[in-house]
């Protein structure tokens, strides 16, 4: 994985109206659905996928870890700049992985 994904201008123009949902949680599922054949909103859709695993695992370690909770809200502070970053990516048509957990959107298929 590269990292650099080529995709052409017309699915970037139709994707970013939609695009932008999939960094909103379970909302994913309405980009996934509705423009599942655009390869620009599926791009968004694994890398929205891949911050909303890391968040689940990052809610249980803190909730049933006893992790620290500065600790907890330092990491909560970057996935939230990470998820801003993902939904000014696809508003603005951006092909890019997330900063540090976007090589796991590269390794979902579907």
């Known amino acids: 994985m ?5 995709i052409p201008e017309e699915y970037i123009k139709k994707g970013r109206a939609l695009a932008w949902l999939s960094y909103f949680g379970l909302l994913l599922i309405i980009p996934a659905v509705i423009q599942r054949n655009n390869p620009y909103t599926v791009y968004h859709v694994k890398q929205g996928m891949g911050l909303l695993i890391v968040n689940v695992i990052m809610a249980f370690v803190c909730l049933f870890m006893n992790t620290s909770s500065v600790v907890c809200q330092i990491i909560s502070a970057i996935l939230l700049v990470i998820n801003v970053i993902g939904i000014l990516n696809a508003i603005l048509g951006k092909v890019k992985p997330l900063p540090l957990i976007g090589f796991i959107g590269e ?3 579907f």
């Open 2 to 6: 590269n990292g650099k994904v080529e």
């Open 107 to 109: 390794f979902l298929n």
